[in-house]
């Protein structure tokens, strides 16, 4: 990366990290452009060759998460772990990325509910999320991890539901528990249903 | 709501029909436009024949037309139901339960069919003769009614002074995991959520329509089952159902309610409750709710049983909570036995629940 990159590079990121903060502090609707130049001590003009919108940046902390979450699951699989370790570090790292701010989780939900650009790209990157978890299931089926009557299909879109409810919770309801301990016995109780030899019928 | 498919099959149901719309025999798909047809005791349900006291043999009961208790049990299915073409031949709605408590030397069981898709007013119009039907069958004054789901709203529509007025008739309302304060999964499916991102939306949804094998698109074009949906809905139940449907003067209500997602359901489960449940027994939700599971109990924090929450299924008397799914409740789909997990065994449910109907004399 040349001087320049890097420079620009320190930029984009300050403006990121601007913007964030104002998101908590401010809510989505409260923060403007104008207010993270400001915040980032950059001219307006120079936050939109960073990015395109206020949406631009959303959809940004939306990509990270989902990014982090395909390496947190590419690391379980390099470290040996098993196609079910796989769906857990998937489910649970999305978790943890959303779980680390519940005003920013606030202001992720304000700006897909506001923006139809950024509901569509994380329509987008949440099914590629959910590509990897059918797979995985996938994977535990045959290797006899999940019971032969699991749909992977159904197990991928209960572990990912589990994720966006226990999110809902926690980005609406203020009293709600840390969203890593909500979402964590709801991922034990959809593996748990799935485990072959299962106890019905 | 929900279970999808079931089919009024099996050489032992088709045996016996009461006939209550004129037309005659066999079991039929009802037309989901119109009436549903058939009540379909098994053959040793016909014994509303057999005289609660003396009479001579051949004397049809009909002439007695206001027999007292033991007044007959009529199971009613919920949203979906029966539909024949979708449904394995020998699948039925309340898994067996016909069978077992005839097997219980419980010979007045009846199973009637309402529309699998649409309101409970609609049902209740279609179930209404059904019941005249059975009552003159069985020359019984009442019966007992016993909803599962959607079942309990439409019973509730037939006994309310408001709905069709029928409490004269009705010995008792019992129902099981009916959403009386409506679903947050009816709110999602139907876009009435607040702050609901349109990804988590299509995959709940599609999760729910799935169980009934239905199409975002039926929802929207499908009149019947929108008003379906909607009459589910969180605020149409506490706004506009619940204030309408008042209980009928005189008939005791009670429900019952289902946790899975291993939760033991406490507090809830302990507090008004009549009969404690065991807090040890842990179910989990089957494939066909398990997405509706988790996410209403992510989303809510409340024990469910996959679609209706322990609170919505609160009528009357709350009995107790069992540990099944919604559709385990009725022993879908196809459980022979108890849950390996929970210990739930569906058909011990319903004699449970049909003892105590008895035991107060109804």
Known sequence: MTQRQQRAQETRDRLFTAACELFVAKGYAGTTVDSIAARAGVAKGTFFVHFKTKDAVATQLIANQTSATRRARDKAVAKGGSPVDAMVATVLTLGKQAGASRMLSRAVLAATLESGEVAGDSTKLFEEIRALLVADAQAARRAGLVAKRVEPERLAVALLTSYLGAVYAFATDPGSVPLVEGLTPLVEATLEAARPVLPRR | MNVRFIHLAGPVVLAMAIV???????????????????????????????????????????????????????????????????????????????????????????????????????????????????????????????????????????????????????????????????????????????????????????????????????????????????????????????????DAPGVPYSSYGGRTNLEDGLPDCAMNVVYADDPTKLDTAQPEVSATAAFLQGATGTVNDGLVTIASARWGTFLQCVPADHLAEVGQLAQNGPDALSGFDHLQFFEQLTARIRAQGL
Do not use: W
């Open chain 2, 20 to 246: 209550a719309c004129g037309s005659t025999g066999g079991t039929k798909s009802p037309d989901p436009s119109g009436p549903g047809i058939i009540a379909t005791p098994p053959p040793t349900a016909q014994a509303p024949t057999a005289p609660p006291h003396d009479r001579p043999v051949g004397v049809p009961v009909d002439d007695e037309p206001n027999a007292g208790p033991p007044y007959p049990i009529i199971l009613m299915h919920g949203m979906g139901g029966f539909d024949e073409l979708q449904a394995p031949i020998d699948l039925t709605y309340f898994y067996g339960v016909v069978d077992d408590l005839n097997a219980h030397g419980e010979n007045l069981v009846f199973v009637t069919t309402a529309p699998p898709y649409d309101t409970s007013e609609d049902r209740a119009a279609a179930l209404a003769p059904q019941i005249q039907a059975i009552l003159k069958q069985t020359g019984k004054a009442k019966v007992n009614l016993v909803g599962h789901s959607q079942g309990g709203m439409d019973a509730r529509v037939l006994a309310s002074p408001n709905g069709l007025a029928m409490g004269n008739v009705i010995a008792s309302v019992t129902t099981v995991a009916t959403p009386h304060q409506g679903s947050l999964v009816a709110d999602l499916v139907l876009g009435l959520l607040q702050n609901v991102p349109p990804s988590t939306v299509d995959q709940v949804t599609s999760a729910f329509l799935s169980l009934l094998q239905k199409t975002a698109y039926d929802v929207q074009t499908d009149p019947h089952l929108r008003a379906q949906l909607t009459e589910l809905s969180q605020a149409y139940m506490t706004s506009t159902f619940n204030p309408k449907y008042i």
